[in-house]
DNA sequence: ATCGTGACGAACG
DNA sequence: CCGTTCGCCACGA
């Protein structure tokens, strides 16, 4: 894990923080769907990594709890009260979790609606 | 230039 | 419906 990163502003993860500030409340995308958008198909994981900096500093304007895995889960591997806080505020934003998981076909966002 | 790291993901069994 | 395996990646050291 790449310990503190100041945010030079260019990189890839700058893009990440870009495109999912564009994703509305309410709707959600997957870190897999994100590369693929930055043109980086095979890139999920680095997403991931990507908006694990974003609870580290954090006053942030990016929407994070928007973005879970492609089984549309939230995503736990190393985060204890994150997972729960971020399903909260996605169901806060009228998302519906169903045995735990969201219906990618209806609450995915694409940019093509924005 | 090379290596380790992990909020991923598709493929298996 | 699990848990595992393996491939892929950007980034900092």
């Given at each position: 894990?790449?310990?503190?990163?100041?945010?030079?502003?260019?990189?890839?993860?700058?893009?990440?923080?870009?495109?999912?500030?564009?994703?509305?409340?309410?709707?959600?995308?997957?870190?897999?769907?994100?590369?693929?958008?930055?043109?980086?198909?095979?890139?999920?994981?680095?997403?991931?990594?990507?908006l694990?900096?974003?609870?580290?500093?954090?006053?942030t304007?990016?929407?994070?709890?928007?973005?879970?895995?492609?089984?549309?889960?939230?995503?736990?591997?190393?985060?204890?009260?994150?997972?729960?806080?971020?399903?909260?505020?996605?169901?806060?934003?009228?998302?519906?979790?169903?045995?735990?998981?969201?219906?990618?076909?209806?609450?995915?966002?694409?940019?093509?609606?924005a």
């Amino acid at each position: 894990m790449p310990p503190h990163r100041p945010t030079p502003n260019d990189t890839f993860y700058d893009l990440v923080y870009a495109f999912v500030r564009r994703v509305p409340p309410g709707r959600v995308v997957t870190y897999g769907q994100v590369a693929l958008e930055l043109g980086a198909p095979a890139a999920a994981r680095a997403v991931g990594y990507a908006l694990h900096y974003l609870s580290v500093s954090p006053p942030t304007d990016v929407p994070w709890w928007r973005v879970i895995n492609a089984q549309g889960r939230i995503s736990l591997k190393g985060r204890g009260a994150a997972a729960d806080q971020q399903r909260e505020m996605l169901e806060a934003e009228g998302v519906r979790f169903v045995d735990g998981r969201v219906d990618l076909g209806r609450y995915r966002w694409w940019p093509a609606e924005a």
